[in-house]
C-alpha cells in the first residue's frame, strides 16, 4: 500500500513538471510573437511606409537574403508567420487534446482512445505551423518543402544544448518492428504516402533505441510521427501500447520552442 501511494505521488509530482513546462513553453512563444507584432504589423503602417519596410527586410534578411521590402513580399511574409505561430500556438495551449465524439465524452469521459488520438495531432499541428513560420522566414514558398530549407532555419535560430529524448521501452518490441518492416504494412505505407526515410527515422529511435541527441533529429522525428498520424499509418492504440504519448508532447514542444528562439532574431 505504502509502495503504491509512493508511486501515485511521483506520478503526480511527475505530471506537475510536465504541465509547467507545456505553460512556459507557450507561454515564451505568445510573448516573441506579441513583440514581432508590435514591430511588423500592428496597425498595417508598413503598407505605407518604406522605410518600415526596409526595417522589416532588414530583420527577415538574417534567413535569406532574398527577401524583398515590396508590400506584396512583407505582406506574404507576415500572414505565413502569423498562420504559423497561430497554429503552433493552438497546438502547445492544448493542455488535455482529445479528439472524439464530443457529446458522447461528456457524457461518458474520454476514451484513452481519443486522448491518444489527441496527442497525435496535437503533434500534427504543431509541425504544421512550425513548417509555414520556417519557410515564411527562410523565403521559400513552394509547394514542398526542402529538407535544406529546414536545417538552415533549424541552424538559424540560435539554439541552446538539446535536452537529449530517450525512447520508450516498450515491452512489444518485436510488434514493433513488424509494424515497420512486414510487407503488408509496408504495401499500406506505400499506399499512404508514408516514406522509407520516416520509417528509417522511427526504427532507429524507436526499434534501435538511439536517443535523439539533437534539434535537428528531434524535428526529424517529429515530421516522421506527423506522417504516420496524418497519412492513418500510425494508430492511437500502438501508440499507447508503445509508450509514445509523452514522447509526442516533448516534440511538440520542441517545435514551438524553435520557433520562439528563430523569432527572437527579429526582435
Known amino acids: 500500500m505504502v509502495i503504491r501511494l509512493c508511486r501515485i505521488i511521483r ?16 507561454e515564451n512563444l505568445r510573448n516573441v510573437w506579441n513583440n514581432v507584432w508590435n514591430i ?36 506574404k511574409v507576415i500572414k505565413a508567420l502569423t498562420r504559423g505561430v ?3 500556438q493552438a497546438a502547445v495551449d492544448w493542455k488535455y487534446p482529445t ?31 512550425f513548417e509555414i513560420t520556417a519557410k515564411g522566414l527562410m523565403n521559400y514558398f513552394e509547394r514542398n518543402t526542402k529538407p535544406k530549407i529546414i536545417q538552415d532555419f533549424i541552424n538559424k535560430c540560435s539554439l541552446p544544448s538539446y535536452s537529449k529524448l530517450e525512447p520508450p521501452t516498450p ?40 536517443a535523439v541527441c539533437n534539434w535537428q533529429e528531434a524535428v526529424k522525428l517529429a515530421k516522421a510521427l506527423r506522417n504516420t498520424t496524418a497519412h492513418g499509418f500510425l494508430q ?5 501500447r508503445w509508450k509514445l504519448k509523452n514522447s509526442f508532447r516533448i516534440l511538440a514542444e520542441n517545435l514551438a520552442e524553435i520557433m520562439t528562439y528563430g523569432l527572437r532574431t527579429l526582435v
Do not use: C
Open 236 to 240: 492511437p492504440t500502438k501508440v499507447g
Open 40 to 75: 511588423f504589423a500592428p496597425d498595417n503602417s508598413w503598407k505605407d511606409d518604406q522605410s518600415k519596410r526596409t526595417m522589416i527586410k532588414e530583420k527577415l534578411v538574417y534567413f535569406s537574403p532574398e527577401h524583398s521590402e515590396s508590400v506584396e513580399h512583407i505582406d
Open 99 to 129: 479528439i472524439g465524439d464530443e457529446s458522447f465524452s461528456r457524457k461518458k469521459g474520454r476514451t484513452p482512445h481519443e486522448k491518444l488520438r489527441g496527442v497525435q495531432w496535437r503533434l500534427v499541428i504543431a509541425y504544421s505551423g
Open 171 to 210: 515491452k512489444e518490441k518485436s510488434n514493433l518492428e513488424k509494424w515497420l518492416i512486414k510487407k503488408e504494412d509496408e504495401a499500406i505505407a506505400e499506399f499512404l504516402g508514408v516514406t522509407a526515410g520516416d520509417a528509417k527515422i522511427i526504427n532507429h529511435w524507436l526499434v534501435s533505441s538511439q
Open 11 to 26: 506520478t503526480l509530482k511527475n505530471w506537475a513538471k510536465i504541465m509547467e513546462n507545456s505553460t512556459e513553453v507557450a
Open 86 to 88: 497561430a497554429l503552433t
